[in-house]
């Protein structure tokens, strides 16, 4: 599995080709909600919870 570092591209959805950096903590908040029983080898689920302490800082409305 391929490890997204902050400045990898989002490889899918509303902010493809964006930096992961630059991708709002809330967009990886839904992500996470409502699709890591799907995808839990997906690159962009390993960067969620590589990153979830920093996330949950820039989002801390949401239920992690």
Not at 29 to 55: E, M, T
């Amino acid at each position: 599995m391929i490890e997204l570092t902050d400045t990898d591209k989002m490889p899918f959805g509303k902010y493809k080709g964006e930096p992961m950096q630059d991708v709002p903590a809330s967009y990886f908040h839904w992500l996470w909600s409502f699709g890591r029983d799907q995808n839990k080898l997906c690159p962009v689920a390993d960067y969620i919870r590589r990153n979830k302490d920093i996330l949950e800082k820039e989002y801390p409305d949401g239920i992690w």
